[in-house]
């Protein structure tokens, strides 16, 4: 194994800092199959280490290693003074054989990170300097301590940070054609309060950082080689003001790019109602957009406060977004109070009149935290208090109109049929069928060789290796993309791509 490339700040003697992200299970979001697929090792890089490299103090010595374990394996021998590890739900047991690995070498351990926050009193057993919450003030805070010898057992965030406060992170420990695109991220927190989701808990209401602070961030990604961001918001729409500002501000120096990037986030499906917004989007050259529709039954929406999804017709807003040739990537759950077994067709059927090519369907769980899992747990249907943050393999919820074992069923095979070759053949028609207009700001684009490349690998795969029906699928789609618009077809591959990865997931079962 190659010692890892280090990154010094300030004069030494310096203090020796292993930033850890943990390898993720199998997973849906993570989209494994198409990374791989791509020539990637990972989907995008997790910003907060490198924030935390930015984050260092003036005049501190400190020298920073970063491993991302999903880009290689990580030498539990590297020299070090202190580990740092973060992690989400998902990366649950990972996080704690990686705390319990460290200290049996002697080595302290830093943890910080939305599980750890969640989980106070097992971080506060499995780490000896804790961060709960974000880290802007705490980690400038807790490196002058340490250097002085009086470090804390724990760093507490009292409430949000200013995010004008946050450094653009220093990705220079981390390859960018590791990854499938770099993040940026442009605010935090959100203005619903959905009650499965524990955003508000952890980042209250949304916050935005200062749109030139943005600017500069996606300049310095796409200096480093980027030709994909993904802006990694909670609701990227959550200030329109703010978007409308950024977009503005993102085409007035992507259309001079004669590499531009292209874009991707996630955002509120109220964006459909905004043509104005609608249209930055498309010509700041966004195409996927990670939508939490999430149910489509109004009483279920109801329930669980997200009825606001449903006071207009989803199908309409996927129309007026499909228009510009923006990609609708649909979040939905089942297992609400108000699911019973028929929910699944309900659902089947609706995805395929919608005209949106992909969806994830996850199983409604109750993360720690969230008014979901208070309010199970007085009901006494949590089936575990502890939630392994794998949304598409168990739930910690007693359903309440069907037994577990039915609802892991219809789930499973929902994901099938969504991913059977004819299924999504038929919505990636229908969502070429409803474009109307592409963006024609960018007719300076030079040949781009590395995108070339990932897109060739591609080819070669769904040309020599997929079996035959994938390959037919792919063949199909690609012709029916260019007799649209040539335009569209680097669209229709990324598709493709994640149609591999989630046809074989929901195979998997
Ligand atoms: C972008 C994003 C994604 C992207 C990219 C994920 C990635 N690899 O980065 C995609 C869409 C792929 C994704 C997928 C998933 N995500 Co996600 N995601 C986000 C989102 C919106 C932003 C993450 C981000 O970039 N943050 C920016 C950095 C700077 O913030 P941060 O990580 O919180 O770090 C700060 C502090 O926490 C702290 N900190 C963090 N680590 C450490 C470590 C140390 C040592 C210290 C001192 C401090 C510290 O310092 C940082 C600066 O303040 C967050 C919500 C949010 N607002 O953060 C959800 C969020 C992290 N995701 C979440 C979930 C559940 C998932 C999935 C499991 C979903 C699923 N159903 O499968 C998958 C798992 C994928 C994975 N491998 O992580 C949850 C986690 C909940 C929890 N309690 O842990 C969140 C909080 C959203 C939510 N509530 O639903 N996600
Ligand atoms: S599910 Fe989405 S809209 Fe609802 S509170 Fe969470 S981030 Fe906001």
Partial sequence: MRPLAFKRYGQGPWKRVLLVAPKHPDNFWCLEGMVELMGARALVPNPALPTLMALTPPG??????????????????????????????????????????FRARGVPVALGGTWASVHAERGRELADHLFLGEAELTWPRFLQDWAAGRAQAVYAQEGPVDLALSPAPDFSLQDPRHYVSMSVQASRGCNHRCDFCDVVTLFGRHRVKPVEQVLREVQAVHALGARSVFITDDNFIGHKEHARALLEAIIAWNTRQTRPLSFSTQLALEVADDEDLLQKLADARFSVLFMGLESVRAESLDEVQKGHNLRRDPRERLRRLNRHGLVPFLGLIVGFDHDDATVFDEIFAFMQTAAAPAAGVSLLAAPRGTPLHAR??????????????????????LPKQMSPAELAAGHRDLLRRLYAPEAFEARFAAWLGQIEELTDRYPRKKTDWPMLLRSGRLFRYFLTRAPADERGLFLRCLRLAWRKDKRLVKRAVTLLAQYHHFHAFARRG
């Fill in 60 to 101: 501190l010595g400190v020298e920073y290693r970063l491993q991302d374990e999903n880009v290689g394996p990580l030498a539990l021998d590297t020299p070090c003074d202190l580990v740092a590890v973060t992690g989400n739900t998902l990366h649950a047991a990972r996080v704690i054989e990686l705390c319990r690995a």
């Fill in 376 to 397: 199970l747990q007085a009901e006494g249907r949590l089936l575990a208090d502890e939630f392994a943050g794998e949304w598409h393999h168990g739930t910690n919820v």
